[in-house]
Nanobody, 123 residues
Framework: VQLVESGGGSVQAGGSLTLSCAAS????????LGWFRQAPGKEREGVAT????????SYVDSVKGRFTISRDSAKNSVDLQMNTLKPEDTAMYYC??????????????????WGPGTQVTVS
């Protein structure tokens, strides 16, 4: 499975960005697709996940109501629509795939495939 993110950039607080992740290879094996982020000096954290079978999504509390994860199965892509961005959203954002049969968790080791990341800066 290969994952490549796009759509990052710099935006003012209150603005919006949409991140996209293109999956290729054995992308059909992904039971869960997720977006994670890592700010300088901080641990990587889960932001949003989507179960590729059930279509259900989950969000970390800090982004609920502001971020929306969606999947386009025909295009093998997963997007993260980010609204009302805050400076604390500044981080490198990563797309990840879990092939675990039990679906989505927040446990980072469950995600065996990662993209290189895309930077989001909110000022």
């Amino acid at each position: 499975v290969q994952l490549v993110e796009s759509g990052g950039g710099s935006v003012q607080a209150g603005g919006s960005l949409t991140l996209s992740c293109a999956a290729s290879g054995y992308a059909y094996m992904c039971k869960c697709l997720g977006w994670f982020r890592q700010a300088p000096g901080k641990e990587r954290e889960g932001v949003a996940t989507i179960d590729t079978g059930a279509g259900t999504s989950s969000y970390v509390d800090s982004v609920k109501g502001r971020f929306t994860i969606s999947r386009d199965s025909a295009k093998n892509s997963v997007d993260l629509q980010m609204n009302t961005l805050k400076p604390e959203d500044t981080a490198m954002y990563y797309c990840a795939c879990s092939t675990r049969t039990f679906g989505c968790t927040w446990y980072i080791p469950d995600f065996g495939y990662w993209g290189p990341g895309t930077q989001v800066t909110v000022s």
